[in-house]
């Protein structure tokens, strides 16, 4: 199983980025799947995470300017960023937690590997 991110970059105060993530492997079902983030020093925290049933939850910090959505048939979360501030800077990691294929399996988290966003002033 493996989980791809993409669409980190740089950008200006004020601009807009969007993060893709896809989920590929041997897998039997996705529960949650979400965004989280983590600048050096400092725990990785949540961004936002949406349900197999498309029920979003936000971190405060990002409310009103985040979006995520998800893609079950691709197996794809997407996070649309707005209003990009500085203190979004951080490497974001897509995270799914998921049951692959195979005989008694359990729900397991897994990570992708981080994508880069960098907000200028």
């Known amino acids: 199983v493996q989980l791809q991110a993409s669409g980190g970059g740089l950008v200006q105060v004020g601009g807009s980025l969007r993060l893709s993530c896809q989920a590929s492997?041997?897998?039997?079902?996705?529960?949650?799947m979400g965004w989280y983030r983590q600048t050096p020093g400092n725990k990785r925290e949540l961004v936002a995470t949406?349900?197999?049933?498309?029920?979003?939850n936000y971190a405060d910090s990002v409310k009103g300017r985040f979006t995520i959505s998800r893609d079950n048939d691709k197996k794809t979360a997407d996070l649309q960023m707005n209003s990009l501030k500085p203190e979004d800077t951080a490497v974001y990691y897509c995270?799914?937690?998921?049951?692959?294929?195979?005989?008694?399996?359990?729900?397991?988290?897994?990570w992708g590997l981080g994508t880069q966003v960098t907000v200028s002033s």
């Open positions: 949406i349900t197999k049933d498309g029920i979003p």
């Open positions: 995270y799914a937690a998921l049951r692959e294929n195979g005989w008694n399996t359990s729900i397991r988290d897994h």
């Open positions: 492997g041997s897998i039997f079902n996705i529960n949650n």
